[in-house]
Every structure is written in C-alpha cells, then in structure tokens.
C-alpha cells in the first residue's frame, strides 16, 4: 500500500481488515461528472473506472451493480437473470440509506446494509481497476479478482454500451 495521504473511510477500513492492497487516488470531484471526469483527471482508460450502483429489484430489496464506467446496465436483462420482475436504480436518499455512502462516494467495501453484489463480468478479466473508495473524489486501485474473492460478487452479463 502506498504511503500517500488519503481519507480514511468505511471502505478503507474495511479493505484494510481484509487486507486487500490498494492503491489510493485522489481527484477533483466533479458534481455529475460521473466516470468520465474520473478517468481523464487520474489519466486511465474510463472502461477500468468501476461504478457501484445501488438499484432495487420489483420488492424494493437493495443490490449493487458493478459496471464499467463507459457502459450500462440492461436493468431488463439483470432482472431476467436474477429472476425477478424489474430492477430500477435506488433514488439517491435510499441509495445513501442503504450503502452508507453518499452518492457519488458509494463504495461496495464497508457498506452499511448488506447486500447481494453483481459484477459485470468483463470487469473481472482487467489487470487492475479502479473503484470508489467510499468518498466522492477517491477511488482506489485494485486487483478485480477481490471483488469475487472478498465480497462474493456474482458475475454477470448485464452490459450495454452508453
């Protein structure tokens, strides 16, 4: 782990605990902004800037959702594999509720509901990817193979282009 400055947070701690290696990176958040912003300030490709969304299925259960920042999720094909009417993105005060994270900051380490996780399966063929880590303007770098072996992500194929 890197010696830099970086904020301490739910995520941290809990990557910390499991001791997960990761590099921390600051940037200008950008109200909106989005993946984009992300990847151009830290200089990567956006396809390896990982966003966690917090969406709901047709019985208001949470679940996030772990896609590459240049694609979608098909909430219609998500919802077909996991067996269930509809998933729809959670509105952001439930999102806030449920992860413990402000939007824009939400992390899948340390989240304050526990929830089932998806992965986009792609995600986890990259060498390296770089994910929130539980404050807006911070992500942290890691090997995607955590997300399996430390959260038990179950991959998916549930992306679009934008």
Not at 19 to 38: N, W
Not at 70 to 83: E, F, M, P, Q, W
Not at 122 to 147: C, H, M, Q, S, W
Request: aromatic share 6%; proline share 5%; charged share 25%.
């Amino acid at each position: 782990m890197s010696k830099q400055k970086y904020p301490v947070t739910a995520a941290t701690r809990w990557l910390k605990q499991q001791r997960v290696d990761f590099i921390p990176h600051l940037y200008k958040y950008q109200e909106r902004g989005g993946t984009t912003v992300s990847a151009r300030e830290l200089g990567v490709d956006e396809h390896h800037v990982i966003k966690t969304l917090v969406m709901e299925d047709d019985g208001k259960k949470p679940l996030l959702v772990l896609m590459h920042g240049d694609r979608t999720v098909s909430t219609k094909n998500l919802a077909r594999i996991l067996g269930v009417k509809k998933i729809a993105p959670c509105a952001p005060a439930s999102a806030n509720r449920h992860s413990g994270y402000l939007v824009g900051g939400t992390s899948p380490f340390g989240c304050a509901t526990q929830m089932p996780i998806y992965v986009e399966r792609t995600v986890l063929e990259l060498d390296r990817i770089y994910i929130n880590g539980g404050k807006r303007g911070f992500l942290v770098e890691i090997d995607p193979a955590v997300l399996t072996e430390k959260l038990q992500a179950t991959a998916v194929d549930a992306a679009v282009a934008r």
